[in-house]
């Protein structure tokens, strides 16, 4: 009876350890560095393998490796709390080859090969957080002359006031895409009348009534333009 006892014990901790196992690897991991990058993995684990995306945004915004919208870029297995990754670069980069391991909510980027036959942009090491997602978003999309760009409030209605924000532009010339994070911008009343994103030393200001798209960079305004909402 007591070694039945013991099996049965031993086969729910396997089971429980298998469940977080799980999802270790799955959902978004950012973070930034000196405000001069940025690296996003948006992850899939489906048993011991996983796929997913990695984006980074480098020299103050001035170089991006970021996939097209909803293509996958990266691909491993996982074996405990690691993975030995390959990924491409929009650079034209192949099979380039990095290690991820998480520990808690923290996950640590190591670059093991670099990528052949093309030019990439990766860092060698980095320490990423998983963003935890709220249960309620709303999102709003809107087009300037030369942008397309999707605005996700992540704290409740789009007008709450939120320092989880998420911004993805889309420029219209080339297809070439930016996600940012960042917060609402408010008056002095703190009602909200806008959001605001940093890429290093770039900042992304979007009003909404009159809806306008500014980005700056230092006293000298790179972008202004107002925009139209498309699904408000």
């Not at 009003?207 to 498309?230: A, E, H």
């Amino acid at each position: 009876m007591n070694i039945k006892l013991v099996m049965l014990l031993m086969v729910a901790g396997f089971n429980s350890g298998h469940a977080i196992a799980k999802d270790m690897f799955s959902g978004q991991w950012g973070g930034e560095q000196k405000n001069e990058s940025t690296l996003t993995l948006r992850l899939t684990q489906a048993g011991q393998n996983v796929n997913g995306s990695y984006c980074y945004v480098t020299q103050n915004g001035n170089r991006i490796d970021c996939p097209s919208d909803d293509e996958n870029n990266l691909k491993g297995v996982i074996a405990e709390n690691r993975a030995n990754v390959e990924f491409t670069s929009s650079f034209g980069g192949e099979k380039g080859r990095a290690k991820l391991e998480v520990v808690g909510d923290k996950m640590i980027w190591t670059l093991i090969t670099p990528p052949q036959k093309g030019e990439y942009y990766a860092p060698q090491y980095y320490k990423l957080t998983k963003v935890l997602k709220s249960p309620v978003s709303e999102k709003r999309v809107f087009d300037t002359d030369k942008f397309n760009i999707t605005l996700v409030n992540k704290c409740g209605s789009f007008e709450s006031d939120c320092n989880d924000m998420f911004y993805l532009g889309i420029r219209k010339s080339d297809n070439s895409t930016i996600s940012l994070d960042g917060k609402t911008l408010n008056d002095a009343t703190g009602k909200v009348i806008g959001s605001l994103f940093k890429n290093g030393g770039i900042t992304y200001t979007v009003t909404y009534n009159p809806l306008k798209l500014v980005v700056s960079k230092g006293g000298d305004i790179l972008v202004d333009q107002p925009g139209q909402w498309v699904n408000k």
